[in-house]
């Protein structure tokens, strides 16, 4: 699948190769098969199949060099394997991502002081949870009148499944203390659950985690007009007469700059740099990185009460095994989304003193939705410059005073959720640093109009340039508080079939 020779001319470019930019490239494939696609990633590939999940590599060594080959082209800075251990102010990256060198905050704001990225084949989808919940509420994106339909179709490409843990011993007691304390007056929708995950168990019991190569899936790599090339930066997309008409890329090998025609260009280069590379080529909406928006965090421990003995056959592959991910829906009444998890797959450290039954011992995540604020944006100029030469992301961002009284009350409830289900660890729970959630959203987001306040249509064509599309999780146009990827996704799918019924 990966190849060298550049073409001269496609009949579409995709910039990135994350689970959005593999979305436009499946439907293609499935909707187009005789359009000439070509797919440029900057990242190396670091997985088998191309843009697979590292966790489903097996050696720890062989995982580690995989992780450190997407962090980028700068410095490799600090890894935290667990934020929740670090303390607040302290900036550390997860593994297999790369913080922002400089321009993170700035004097008088709070800034995005761990805005993160991933540079690889797969994007951050090699990394990932895989956490797919719906959104609800608020959350929704609902001028899109098939939102549901594309979110069915999110499903299938990532692969989402309900019942990887169902075997898990503690699953249903943590969910049972959950409902017990969340689902008075709720609908079906909004009550405590288990977590959509983009996970699937293989015939052996080995759990396979999907990356972009389960979004790519058979469809694309078997399509002979499919072309994905790794280690190339998109530097420019060419726009003549009000159209895109392709794009400069370099060679990253080479360092030969070629030019790709292109009938349609689709960025999807993640929210920080989907805005950089419409930037750098002179597209430039009003709404360009602005109403950024990412989830606030908090997070805590509970220790499992009066848990019933494990029975022999209990499964002793990992902890994630034993309790499953659980999902306490966000609503408009509540607004945070809440996981609950293993701590082996939670970013909060394990107390040092437990004696306890494994997996006993669960960490809850609650993210946070934000106030929309256009000033709260990612910007650029002509004077800085990033590791790869592009301009440069600076962020520009501040918690409002609602934020934080949301922030002060999602503390409150994830003390109430880990005493429903157990003893607390610790004394009080964490507020982890700007940026930690990893999924920030708004800044090329999709709108009704063309009046300012946003940068592409319901089909993520930018506004004024027909044939440029923009993908990921910065067209997402709500303040979501759930793990946006599935709804990312699904708005890529109908993006791919504007495309794809143009193209025949
Ligand atoms: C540890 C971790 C856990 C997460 N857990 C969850 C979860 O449970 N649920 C969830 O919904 N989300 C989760 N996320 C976030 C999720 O991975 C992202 O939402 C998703 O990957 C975004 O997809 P994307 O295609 O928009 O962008 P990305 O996956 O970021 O891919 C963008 C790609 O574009 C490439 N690129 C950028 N600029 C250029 C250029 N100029 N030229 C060529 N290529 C370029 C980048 O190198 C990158 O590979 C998690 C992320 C991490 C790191």
Not at 139 to 161: H, K, M, S, W, Y
Not at 177 to 199: E, F, H, I, S, Y
Request: charged share 25%.
């Amino acid at each position: 699948m990966s190849a060298r020779h550049y073409p001269a001319q496609v009949d579409v470019v995709i910039v990135g190769s994350g689970p959005t930019g593999s979305a436009y490239a499946r439907i293609l494939s499935e909707r187009a098969p005789g359009a000439t696609i070509a797919m440029f990633e900057v990242g190396p590939t670091v997985s088998e199949p191309p843009g697979a999940h590292v966790k489903n590599i097996a050696d720890p060594a062989a995982r580690a060099r995989a992780q450190v080959a997407s962090e980028g082209p700068g410095e490799r800075g600090e890894k935290v394997a667990n934020p929740g251990a670090a303390k607040a102010g302290v900036r550390g990256a997860r593994p297999g991502t790369f913080l922002l060198e400089d321009g993170y905050a700035f004097d008088g704001e709070d800034g995005m002081p761990v805005a993160a990225m991933s540079s690889n084949v797969g994007g951050m989808a090699s990394h990932w949870t895989g956490a797919c919940p719906r959104p609800n509420d608020s959350e929704r994106t609902d001028f899109v009148d098939d939102l549901d339909e594309l979110l069915d179709e999110g499903d299938r490409l990532l692969g989402v499944t309900r019942d990887a843990f169902d075997s898990a011993p503690f699953g249903a007691i943590v969910r049972e203390r959950l409902a017990a304390a969340v689902d008075a007056g709720r609908v079906d929708a909004t009550k405590v659950q288990r977590m959509p995950l983009a996970v699937h168990r293989r015939d052996d019991g080995r759990l396979v985690w999907s990356g972009s190569d389960v979004v790519l899936g058979d469809a694309t790599r078997e399509n002979p007009c499919f072309s994905l090339f790794d280690e190339s930066l998109v530097m420019r997309v060419i726009v003549e007469d009000g159209r895109a008409a392709g794009v400069v890329v370099r060679d990253l090998r080479s360092g030969e700059e070629h030019r790709v025609a292109a009938r349609f260009v689709v960025v999807a280069a993640d929210a920080l740099r989907t805005p950089q590379l419409l930037w750098a080529s002179g597209v430039r909406p009003a709404a360009l990185g602005r109403y950024l928006n990412d989830q606030a965090q908090v997070v805590f421990a509970s220790r499992l009460r009066d848990m019933p003995p494990l029975a022999e056959d209990a499964p002793t592959t990992g902890l994630a095994e034993y309790s499953g991910v659980s999902w306490v829906p966000f609503t408009d009444d509540m607004p945070f989304h809440g996981q609950i998890m293993q701590l082996d797959a939670s970013p909060i450290a394990l107390a040092e003193d437990d004696p306890v039954v494994p997996g006993s011992i669960v960490g809850l995540g609650l993210f946070c939705a934000k106030d929309l604020r256009p000033d709260d944006r990612v910007v650029f100029d002509d004077d800085h410059v990033d590791g790869y030469g592009m301009p440069a992301p600076r962020i520009h961002y501040r918690l409002t005073a609602h934020d934080h009284e949301v922030v002060e009350r999602a503390r409150r409830e994830i003390v109430r959720l880990a005493e429903a289900i157990g003893d607390p660890v610790g004394d009080r729970p964490f507020t982890l640093p700007l940026g930690s959630s990893l999924h920030y959203q708004g800044s090329t987001r999709m709108g009704v109009a063309d009046d300012g306040t946003s940068v592409c249509d319901l089909d993520s064509e930018v506004w004024g340039v027909s044939g440029l599309f923009v993908a990921g999780n910065g067209v997402i146009p709500t303040a979501t508080a759930c793990n946006p990827t599935v709804t990312s996704v699904a708005l890529a799918v109908r993006g791919a079939r504007a495309i794809a019924a143009s193209l025949a």
